[in-house]
Each structure stands twice: as C-alpha cells, then as structure tokens.
C-alpha cells in the first residue's frame, strides 16, 4: 500500500487550477452533464491534496459587462462560458500535477474526455495573497456566494505584485463597505501547465500577469457601474498595471442545466 505524504494543518492554499471553456453550440447541454458527473471528479476533484472546487457560469447578461472587449485571457468576447476553479495544498503543487497528467491520459484512452468544447484560458496558478472581510480563501468554493468577479492586470516593467498588493489593500478597504463589495479577494500568478498535457493549449506562464477572483455575496450584475465596471480603469490609474480582464460568474446549480440554454 502506497502512503501520501502527511498534510500539516491547517488546510492551506497553495496552488489552484483555473479552466475557463466554451463549449462548442449545440453540444453545451451535454457538455455540462459530462462536465459536472463526470471530469469535474473524476479528471480533478478526486486528485490527491486538491480539497475543493467549484463551477461557475456566465450567461451574455453578464458576458456583456465584461471588460475589455477583446482580451489575451479570453479573446472571443462570448467566450469562456464555463469556469471551473480548484483549490491545491500547499505544498504539493507536484503530486497532485502528476496525478492529472497522468489521470486525464487515462481518460483520453478509455474515451471519456468530451471534444465538442474548447479551452478558452487553462492555466495553473500560484496564490500569492489575500484580503478578506470575513470568509477564509480556503473556504470559498465551499460557502456557495453568489457571485465571482475575475479580474487580471499586466504589471509594468518597474511595478511589483506587492506594489499591487499594496493597491489592492487600499482598494478593498473602501470596497468591503460598499453594496457591490467582495467578501474575500485571492491574488494569483500563472505557473506552467506540463509540456505534454493532452487537449490544453499551451499558455506560455508570464511572470508579469496576476489575476484576482473576488468572491460576492450577491449578483455581479447589482451595483456593476458603481463598483466592478470601474475596475480597470482604477487599476490603469494606479500607474502600476494595464487592466487585462474583468468577467463577472455566477455559481452552476448542481444537478441542473439553469443558465446553459443563456450563455449567447
């Protein structure tokens, strides 16, 4: 019998997988049945030291707020749909890496991988930091909030991810009162998928790119033009960042299809 690895307390994040994919027209029913009984687990969950996951859904309402128009992180306005995020122990980024190569080669060859989709921005990432009002990081895939806001900047040549930090700081001092406000905000940097993982497009890691999700308690879409839609340019106006990307999600409903006949 093979023993992991004892896991030191408490549950810390350490790494997370961000897949954001557009299923293919006409195949996004079915797309989501596979997707939530079957690779949500199979192909991620159930990996050794990945300790949660969530799924999040984002229908042309609030594809339609997103910003800007056309972005490196997803270049077709209406896409990335569906986003899945998983949270990694720290500290064994490498087991659980090796254990989805080695598993999603496995599915490929026993035929249960679906290819009426296609990946809009796979990409692992490191947490680097975080700014909560209430909830723990690692508990916010767990707590089922209502919203998700993914933001992402380009640092500047002579800015830092702590330069950033220190803005976001600031930012959600003011932000965590307000009615469209966050409840927890996580700060990542892109690491490399491996070479040779099978049916994800290869995203060059860029050291100079950080994303941040923002976890709600309501729907995006409330309070957008007074909080989110400002976003961006805030950052641009830090001087320390170009604004990359801002995409509000809502949470999928387990064991239903509510918003997939919505995404265009």
Known sequence: MRYRRSVAAPIDLGTL???AVEPHRGHEFDYNRWYETDHFYAGCLVGPYCFAGGRFVAPKRLKDLRSPATSPMCADPLGGSLLAIYWIQKGFHDEWSAWALATVVDLHATERMFS?????????????????????????LDRAFSGLVVTAGQLHEDASLNDVETWTGAWSSHAFTQPWGPSVIGTSTML???????????????DRRFIQLHFLDHDPAEHWADGYGKW??????????AHVWTAPYIPTVPGTDRHINDLW
């Open 17 to 19: 997988l961000f897949t």
């Open 116 to 140: 009426q989709r296609d990946h809009t921005h796979t990409a692992m990432y490191e947490h680097r930091a975080v700014h909560q009002r209430d909830t723990p990081i690692e508990l916010a």
């Open 192 to 206: 490399p998928l491996p070479n040779d993982a099978p049916d994800v497009p290869a995203n060059a890691p860029d």
């Open 232 to 241: 961006g340019d805030e950052l641009e106006a830090s001087g320390l960042a």
